[in-house]
């Protein structure tokens, strides 16, 4: 919740790079208040249909429509809460993702990670632990 709301927050960008930009640094401030590594935040707290959502432009939009209703009041949520859950299941409704297209993904990202270090997957040597 406070990552969608820190990336609402943010003003609307059309360079990629900006945008990139501003999702760290919203993942860092949302990391701080939890205690947490960055890469910790963003792998078990913050939803990737919330970075989705900024990316595309329609997360201010979609958390905007805040509104209060009876089942989500029972559920004792607030408004900034129900928001936030209303877009992750329109997300799902959508497009749900499959669990081969998140393992992908975590590939190419890990991939890409390798590629910038320019080291090999396996840098232990044989023999040790």
Do not use: W
Not at 41 to 70: N, T, W
Not at 96 to 118: G, H, I, N
């Amino acid at each position: 919740m406070r990552a969608a709301f820190a990336l609402a927050a943010c003003e609307p960008v059309t360079a990629l790079a900006k945008a990139r930009k501003n999702v760290v640094r919203a993942i860092e401030e949302v990391s701080r208040r939890l205690g947490n590594t960055p890469s910790i935040c963003r792998r078990c707290y913050v939803h990737p249909a919330v970075v989705d959502s900024y990316m595309e432009g329609v997360l201010r939009q979609a958390l905007g429509r805040r509104r209060k209703s009876a089942d989500r009041a029972v559920a004792g949520l607030g408004p900034h809460e129900s928001a936030v859950l209303r877009l992750l299941e329109k997300r799902l409704a959508e497009a749900p993702v499959r669990e081969d297209d998140r393992l992908r993904r975590a590939l190419k990202a890990s991939l890409a990670v390798a590629r910038r270090r320019r080291a090999p997957f396996a840098t232990r040597t044989p023999g040790r632990s």
